[in-house]
Each structure stands twice: as C-alpha cells, then as structure tokens.
Nanobody, 124 residues
Framework: QVQLVESGGGLVQAGGSLRLSCAAS????????VGWFRQAPGKEREFVAA???????DYAGSVKGRFTISRDNTKNTVYLQMNSLKPEDTAVYYC??????????????????WGQGTQVTVSS
C-alpha cells in the first residue's frame, strides 16, 4: 500500500501561485496513476488534475491553463503547480493514487489511496 501526505497549502491573494506537494511512502509512486481533487465547503469533492504512469495529463476545464500536475519518481512525490489563483479555487486539496491503469481519471472511485488534504485559501 502507498501512503500519501500533502503539503504546501496556505493563504494567497488572487492572482498568486502555490505549489502543492504529495509525498508518497510505502510503495513507489511510479506504479500508480495519480490525481488531485478538491472539496470546497458544502460541495462535492471534484476532480482537478490527473497524471498517468505514462505521463498523460488531464485537467478540469476550470483549471486548464492555470494548473500543472507533475511527478518526480526519484523523490516519490507528485506536485500541483497552481498559478493565477482565483477565490473560487479555495478548497481542501487532496492527492490520490490508483493502481494503473485508471480507466476514468476524473472519477473519485478509481483511486484507492488518498491523502489527508491541505487547505488552500485564495483571498480576493
């Protein structure tokens, strides 16, 4: 099994940037497809970005062009670079991993492993 721990969240002004990290332990992250999801208060957890073991990337329409998902297998870490942040990006961000290959990376139930989340707050 793989354990995931997110970090890098915080408070930022609109237009600013943050980079989230997701450190994996227990298993090498290269054997998993990975994704980022977020959940705002009172809302469902929603897909943000995915990165397959073959380096295929996918993004939600609301973040495309602003966010970039990547991984460093040597550091066993997944990243989410978030630029041009907006107040509507405020949420708890979760890292997730699923045994490859994931058929539908936007679907929460494709991922069997989750981190505890990190809060991102964007002020206007």
């Amino acid at each position: 099994q793989v354990q995931l721990v997110e970090s890098g969240g915080g408070l930022v002004q609109a237009g600013g940037s943050l980079r989230l990290s997701c450190a994996a332990s227990g298993r090498t992250i290269s054997t998993y497809d990975v994704g980022w999801f977020r959940q705002a208060p009172g809302k469902e957890r929603e897909f943000v970005a995915a990165h397959s073991w073959s380096a295929y990337e996918d993004y939600a329409g609301s973040v495309k062009g602003r966010f970039t998902i990547s991984r460093d297998n040597t550091k066993n870490t997944v990243y989410l670079q978030m630029n041009s942040l907006k107040p509507e990006d405020t949420a708890v961000y979760y890292c997730a991993a699923g045994v490859r290959p994931i058929g539908h990376p936007m679907m929460r139930n494709e991922y069997g492993y989750w981190g505890q989340g990190t809060q991102v707050t964007v002020s206007s």
